[in-house]
Each structure stands twice: as C-alpha cells, then as structure tokens.
C-alpha cells in the first residue's frame, strides 16, 4: 500500500458518483487517499474521472458492505444526485453493517425567488396531469426513465434533452429530441426555450449551477415550472459542497467538531 510522507498508509475512500460534485472530490482527494469513484452505468459514454472507476450496482446495500470489507474501504462519500435516493439509503444501510464511516454531499435545492412561477410535484405523474387539458409546449428535464408518464398527455408537444438518446421514443405525436449535457448556460437555456416557443418546464430541483440555466430562463421569460419535490435522503454527516466534504474526509471528526 503507498503511504504519505509521515508513513501513515494511505486512506481508501470509495465515492458513489454519477455527478460533477463526485468527479471534482475524486480529484482532489486523489492526492492524498487511494481513491475509486463508482458509477451505476446509466450514461453510455462518461465523461472521464480522473481517478480508477468501477462501473454498476453492488447489489443493494449488502452487496455495498461487502465490497467495501473485501476492498478495505475506511471512508465511504455519497456524493450521488439528491435524486438517487436507493444508492443514498444504500450507502447509509452499508456503512452501518460494514462499519465504515460514511459522509455524504447534500447539494441544497434551489429556492424560489421573485418572479418564479414554481408548482411543486410530488412525480413526474403528476406533474404530467397537471399540464391540463390545454395543448402546451412542455420541455421535459428529466432523465430517460422518468418520461413514460407524458405519454399519458399526448396533447402537449415535448421538447426533451438528454445526455443519451431516448430509446425506444416517447408513444407520443409531436416530440422533438436535443441531446447534450450539462452544464447549461442561462443564455443557451433561454435561447432554447424560446426557439421551441416552451410555455411549461418539468424538472427536478437539482441545486447547484449546471443546470439553473433553464430555471433563470424561465423566470425571465414567465414559463410555468413543474418542480418534483426534493425526495427524504438519509440522515448522516454531511457538508453542501466540494469543500465542505473534502474537508470532512481529510479532517474528519475534528473538522465537524469546530462546526466546519
Ligand atoms: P438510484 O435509483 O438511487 O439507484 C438505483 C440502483 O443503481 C442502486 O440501488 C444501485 O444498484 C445502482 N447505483 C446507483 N448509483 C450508483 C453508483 N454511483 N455506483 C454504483 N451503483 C449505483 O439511482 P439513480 O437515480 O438511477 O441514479 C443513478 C446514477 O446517476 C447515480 O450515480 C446518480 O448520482 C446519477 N444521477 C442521477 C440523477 C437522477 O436524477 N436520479 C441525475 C444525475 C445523475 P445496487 O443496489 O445494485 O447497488
């Protein structure tokens, strides 16, 4: 095992990625720690990490806590999307049984501010029924397997963008498809919105800057947003950004004590 200049053996610290918070931590923890980022395998072709990658599931949380004992993991970082709430309670439920101490990074919601014309929903079900009766220019921000439930609103026409294509296409007459990824500028964002003439957004309340683009857009442009409601993540020792996580796994226990 390599060691750093006091001879201490090097931490291994494993982190539930799929984000740029989860890249940018590898990165800079790299130095210092034996670091693996673990992807699901959901993107076709990922963006590179910097640091080694295990791609796919662990098989639920014992299979988590099993890689983590078999691997020698002291630190485990969930720094997945505040969305992905399964690889969350995973991580919690193996850090328990493996007895690994585990951090996460909670990125905060966005909050609305003047001029946001927000509905909060609780899926993308509901908010698909509450699109209305009413034909609507509806630009779906979501990922590829949340849009089934538009398909039940055939009366709007869609504008969808996603990192891979949307296979097979939504069962619906008028979808246009726009394959890219983030980060989104609020200037591309409103240029997009409205070339598509888009009255109605769904999207998830993310955080962060990548893609705020479409929220500011919309906000200058008064188009309707359709936010899911941030899902309940597990409770456990946390910071809200790269920095405030970093310092957690190099300093640890004392870093939390003096309120860091
Ligand atoms: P999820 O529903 O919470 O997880 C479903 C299953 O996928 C997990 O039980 C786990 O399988 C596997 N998995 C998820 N993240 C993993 C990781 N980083 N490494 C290894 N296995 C992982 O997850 P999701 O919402 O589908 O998100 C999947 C990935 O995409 C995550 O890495 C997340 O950070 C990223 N992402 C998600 C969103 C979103 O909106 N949900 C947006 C951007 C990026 P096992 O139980 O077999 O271990």
Known sequence: MRGNADTQPMKRILILGGTTEARQLAGKLAAQAQVTLSLAGRTENPVAQGVPVRVGGFGGAEGLATYMTENRVDLLIDATHPYATRISANAAQAAGIAGVAAIALRRPAWQQVAGDRWTFVESPAQAAAL??????KVFLALGRQELAPFETAPQHAYLVRSVDPVEPPLAVPDATYVLARGPFSEAGDRALLE??????????????????????AARMLGIDVFLIRRPQLPDMPSGTSVEEVLLLAVHGAAARKRGV
């Open 131 to 136: 699109l209305g009766l009413r034909p609507r």
């Open 195 to 216: 070339t598509h003439g888009i009255d109605a957004i769904v999207a998830k309340n993310s955080g962060g800057n990548a893609t705020y683009g479409k929220i500011a």
